[in-house]
């Protein structure tokens, strides 16, 4: 579908801060006043009217069409209904599938405020969200639910028990909320966690105009239809799993839940993309890069792939068929708020450029600004500011609020703005209006596309008794993925183990936030004003790794010097120098294990692409988490190697 110019044109703008200069700013277009967005829910109910019988969600071998997906959405409704009402917060524990979808169904006809939390979200994590804010329920499988909500009263629900994520019996866990908990804003839709300083996760709530305003965007620019089949791929817990979903149920489409295992393995991404017959798909940067460094598959029905969630740095190649749009967007600006979108066709397809982030989508207003809050010139750089449309009502800490989403500076001129939401990304506008990513201003880093505050992930590790400090850092080696390190000072006289303290930290923090090493330290380097050095501490990590120093979990050693012996064949030389290229750990030795090495799904497909690659041999993700240590997983590509060249008789 060909990109509408009117959606992305540069609005008109304040006065030049300076002779021959515009300023930072640009605005969506908005839409015209006869042409007002439609709620979420209506445009559901409509199709529900208009197409009852046409697929809603293709979920393994099961077909739900509208009128029964409406139907058992109904049945969940009442169920809840009794003890579940208007504005209330309901954490969702459940993975990609029809339950999911009935389940958001069911709590949007309530009113209720869907709070998406995953199908196994930490269980203290879990438990510091419910301490924090008043969750009426927790919805998911007993068995995997935190302990006080599985002591909890429970109401068993309808939902579908079929297709490729299903779980056992589902119930709504109800427990007493603590004195004082935090409510939902009046309005809120949905609401999702981000992370947070104090060690605790930030709940942010979004109105459903602004939702309903992304979906309209998103109509327009795939051409989303009945007859398309969207996929719902994206995490649950990550906030553009909200635009997928809502995206098919808006637009008349089937929504297809995508099995765990397409994550790890970019060529089970793609068979999955042919077999279900995607058109349009959604899915994190990490995952889709190595895609791009591939031939592209020919016989994809994928008219639209929308990526975010990282910094990009790959532009498709002349046989991609599928736009690629490189989106942006923090949660506090519901989803996506600007966008680049590349063909295969374009003049600038074989540049090595970067992407730029693009053009505001209709309704946005973004604004480059120095530290005074008013725009720099263009082609300068400042923080990106955002307002219009797209932003969130805020933080259920109205205090939170009032620090992030604040009023324009005096003189900015911006008609029809009151609130601005500081995002903390360092930007630069080109002259046509265009934006482009550079960095971030404070300590928080993407990791597989999830913004991490390492202030969060050391609160966390400083649970541990044993831990009387633990700072983190991100490093990131020249071009290749940014990675987690802690670094603890143990109290006098104690121990503790790297496995020990990272096994702890999984139930505070989402796997993206887990460190992929640690390393013990007596005492932290201090700058000239008496703060922990994190510069010099990310360079002494970087020349241990140089020096083949203990990175990673314990480093493992079979008692006989093999932890450190050089690889002897093949697949040892392909396996531990690509796991060493990808984790920018020069000391990973073949006995480490490929996770607690700090192996993550996004290295794990990237792993996978560059073995098929090199090597012919096309190993599955279950196949690599299963082996022990990284000899295993060579020893695998030596046998397949050998047993293909028999069978080709070369």
């Known amino acids: 579908m060909t990109q509408p110019t009117s959606l992305l044109r540069t ?47 293709a979920d393994g071998d099961r077909t739900w069409t509208y009128q029964e997906l409406d139907a058992a959405a109904g049945r969940v409704a009442a169920g809840l209904r009794d003890r579940v009402g208007a504005g209330d917060l309901v954490g969702v524990c459940l993975d990609r599938s029809a339950a999911l979808v009935v389940t958001a ?23 510091a969200v419910t301490e924090d804010l008043d969750v009426a329920c927790l919805i998911g499988d007993p068995a995997l639910l935190p302990p006080r909500h599985r002591e909890a009263e429970h109401l068993a629900l309808p939902l579908p028990d079929r297709g490729v994520n299903a779980s056992g019996p589902v119930v709504a866990a109800f427990a007493t909320a603590r004195p004082g908990a935090l409510r ?17 996760p930030k709940a942010l709530a979004v109105a459903e ?21 969207q996929s719902l791929l994206i995490g649950v817990a990550f906030d553009p799993h909200l635009m997928e979903l809502w995206a098919g149920l808006t637009s008349g489409a089937a929504l297809v839940p995508a ?8 060529g089970v991404l793609t068979s999955w993309w042919r077999d279900a017959a995607i058109s349009v798909t959604v899915a994190a940067t990490p995952l889709v890069e190595p895609l791009l460094e591939q031939p592209w598959p020919q016989d994809l029905t994928l008219r639209h792939l929308i990526v ?8 498709p190649g002349p046989d991609v068929t599928a736009a690629v749009h490189n989106a942006y967007g923090p949660a506090e600006a519901t989803v996506v708020t600007t966008t680049h979108v590349m063909r295969a066709s374009d003049t600038d397809a074989d540049s090595v450029d970067a992407p730029p982030i693009g053009l505001p989508r209709p309704g946005v207003t973004v604004v480059v600004t120095g530290a005074d809050g008013l725009p720099v010139n263009r082609g300068e750089e400042g923080e990106l500011r955002i307002g219009g449309a797209a932003l969130a009502l805020g933080y259920l800490d109205p205090e939170l609020t009032a620090r992030r989403f604040t009023a324009p500076a005096p003189g900015l ?13 360092r930007v630069r506008m080109r002259p046509d209006g265009v934006l482009e990513f550079l960095g971030r201003l404070d300590d928080q880093v993407k990791i597989s596309g999830v913004r991490i505050e390492p202030a969060e992930v050391e609160a966390a590790l400083e649970q541990d008794p044993a831990v009387v400090r633990a700072v983190v850092t991100a490093q990131r080696a020249a071009g290749g993925p940014a990675r987690l390190v802690a670094h ?5 006289g104690a121990t503790a183990s790297a496995d020990a303290l990272l096994a702890a930290v999984r139930d505070w923090l989402p796997e993206q936030a887990v460190p992929s090493a640690v390393r013990f330290t007596d005492a932290f380097p201090l700058d000239a004003n008496g703060k922990v050095d994190r510069a010099e501490l990310t360079r002494l990590a970087d020349e241990a790794d140089g020096a083949g120093g203990a990175c990673g979990a314990d480093d493992a050693t079979d008692g006989d010097g093999a932890a450190t012996a050089a690889p002897s064949s093949y697949g040892e030389r392909l396996v531990l120098g690509t796991v060493r290229e990808l984790l920018a750990r020069p000391g990973t030795t073949l006995a480490d294990n490929f996770t607690r090495a700090g192996g993550t799904s996004i290295v794990a497909a990237r792993l996978l692409a560059a073995i098929q690659r090199e090597s012919g041999v096309r190993l599955r993700a279950p196949e690599l988490l299963r082996q022990p240590d990284l000899r295993a997983i060579a020893a695998l590509v030596d046998s397949r190697r050998t047993a293909g060249t028999r069978e080709t008789g070369a």
């Open 11 to 57: 609005g008109s703008l304040p006065p030049a801060s300076s002779a021959g200069v515009l300023p930072s700013v640009a605005h969506g277009v908005v839409p015209d006043a006869g042409a007002a967005t439609t709620g979420v829910l209506a445009l559901f109910d409509d199709w529900v009217r208009r197409t009852p019988h046409a697929p809603a969600v």
């Open 259 to 266: 099995p765990d295992d397409v994550r790890w393995d970019t």
């Open 209 to 229: 105009p602004a939702l309903a305003a992304l979906l309209d965007w998103y109509r327009a620019e795939t051409g989303l239809a009945p007859g398309d089949r």
């Open 488 to 492: 603890i000072r143990l109290a006098q």
């Open 308 to 315: 975010g969630g990282d910094r990009m740095r790959r532009r």
């Open 413 to 425: 001129g911006l008609p029809g703005v009151d609130r601005l939401y500081r995002t903390g990304d």
């Open 184 to 200: 939902a804003p009046g309005g809120a839709f949905y609401a999702v966690l981000t992370s947070g300083s104090t060690g605790r």
């Open 105 to 127: 169904v069911a709590l949007a006809r309530i009113g209720a405020v869907y709070l998406p939390l995953g199908p196994r979200p930490g269980a203290r994590r879990v438990e």
